[in-house]
């Protein structure tokens, strides 16, 4: 477990799994994140499968919800109410077949799009149904789609006669769904789009009391048998003229689907190339019980002394003249020990004695705050010492009494978290012993470069 927005990516949270007892071979790996600027909120990788599952909170472009990606699928899945489009989930097979799936509030009531696909690597001229890769597919091969599927949810007026029942039937217009009337968007359940081939295949919901739903087969130039679509056969020129056009209606959908697919490619493209580019440069926001006190602290300075700034790009740690990431003047680093003298302010040089007096104050005060960092650091040290040494000495007098496997299972756990404690804290201490040095003796070269105290070197 990790503190927050202490991790370089984020993470408080990280559990490994392993496949054998010796722990050398990771199965799992399971993390959570707190703060990521892309709203990551875990993660579970699968090292032998190459697969992993990201989580996201609501927030980011686009609605992303849910990643899942392997070298041979891909899941995706959207937050609906983050999007216009209703678009809830995608499926890919990589080289194989692209799913979408989609919300019932959509006004055309389309709840499923597929599209069949296939890999080319002949380096030939791209067919118009060739789909965007944008480089993630790999091997340098284009997606050549080969078939088109969209399915609709029945409208209200089809839902409405089906929980009727077939008595509805028999009312009003006997004939109107042999001259074609009932061939409206509305009943559409499935259109099929064969690119390839030239053919477009149509397939109405199953009206209450029929047997089979209706089909309706066009094609781009001409039929087999020499007609123009399985629509014409023995109508009357009112008829026939309702299938020609329902025909050209039909065949012209297809480029706003083909046109649909590609847009929904291309988005996909752009959201792995950015899923990449975010793992490659993770950001992780400040928590705002961090940023808040900072904020406040460069308001009171800024009301107090006339220096706005962040106190933590100026202060005696940092050593810097307002380099922070928060936007304001700089403060100066001599400020507070200017103030309690009677010697000059600002950028004006300073007496020998005044010039003298703020170096050592200004040198003890970074010394106190080093030294109370290193005595928190040692206190916690020891105490976590002595915490061991309590334990142990508690569990080998009651060794001989009683030998309960649970409870030498639970002693070795608290040994293990202690030593795992310890082992942290001594290197904080080692690694604050050595920044010490520097940052003092950082802060005595400054103040010999300083011309406010020039004085001390003459």
């Not at 109410?81 to 809830?88: F, P, S």
């Not at 697919?261 to 950001?283: D, G, H, N, Y």
């Not at 680093?333 to 050592?360: E, N």
Request: aromatic share 6%.
């Amino acid at each position: 477990m990790f503190a927050d927005a202490i991790h370089p990516q984020g993470c408080v949270q990280r559990l490994t799994l392993y496949r054998d007892a010796a722990q050398t071979v990771v199965e799992e790996v399971r993390e959570e994140f707190k703060y990521r600027k892309d709203c990551l909120a875990s993660r579970v990788r699968k090292p032998l499968l190459d697969e992993s599952t990201e989580v996201f909170l609501p927030g980011r472009p686009g609605g992303l919800a849910k990643l899942v990606s392997s070298p041979h699928y891909r899941v995706i899945e959207f937050f609906a109410v983050a999007r216009t489009d209703g678009w809830v989930r995608r499926e890919e097979t990589v080289g194989g077949k692209v799913c979408d799936y989609f919300n019932d509030q959509r006004p055309d009531k389309m709840v499923y799009r597929s599209a069949t696909l296939s890999e080319d690597y002949s380096g030939n001229a791209k067919p118009m149904w060739c789909l965007p890769t944008g480089g993630i597919a790999g091997g340098g091969s284009d997606l050549v789609a080969h078939k088109l599927a969209v399915k609709f949810s029945p409208d209200d007026e089809v839902a409405k006669r089906k929980k009727e029942g077939p008595s509805r039937l028999s009312g009003g217009g006997g004939g109107g769904n042999s001259s074609g009337s009932s061939q409206k968007a509305g009943c559409v359940a499935k259109r099929s789009y064969y690119l390839t081939e030239g053919r477009v295949r149509v397939r109405d919901h199953l009206e209450p009391g029929a047997v089979s739903q209706k089909e309706r087969v066009f094609y781009k130039d001409r039929r087999p048998d020499g007609g123009s679509s399985s629509s014409g056969g023995h109508l009357s020129a009112a008829a026939q003229a309702e299938a020609e056009a329902e025909e050209a209606r039909e065949l012209a959908r297809e480029k706003d689907v083909l046109a649909d697919v590609k847009r929904a490619q291309s988005e996909i493209v752009e959201l792995i190339k950015i899923r990449r580019k975010e793992e490659a440069e993770p950001f992780v926001e400040e928590p705002i019980f961090v940023a808040a006190p900072k904020k406040a602290a460069a308001a009171l300075l800024a009301q107090q002394g006339g220096l706005g700034g962040n106190l933590g790009g100026g202060g005696l740690d940092g050593l810097g003249g307002g380099n922070g990431s928060d936007a304001g003047p700089p403060v100066d680093y001599l400020t507070p020990f200017l103030a309690g003298g009677g010697g000059a302010r600002g950028d004006q040089p300073l007496q020998k004695d005044d010039a003298s007096r703020v170096r050592a104050a200004c040198l003890k005060s970074l010394k106190e705050r080093l030294l109370e960092r290193a005595n928190i650091i040692q206190n916690k040290l020891n105490d976590e010492n002595a915490k061991l040494s309590k334990r142990q000495a508690t569990f080998q007098r009651n060794a001989g009494k009683d030998g309960d496997p649970a409870a030498e299972a639970e002693f070795e756990k608290f040994c293990a978290d202690s030593m795992f404690t310890i082992g942290i804290l001594e290197q904080r201490l080692v690694a604050h012993e050595e920044s010490a040095l520097k940052k003092y003796q950082a802060l005595d070269e400054k103040l010999s470069a300083d011309p406010r105290l020039a004085a001390l070197s003459n």
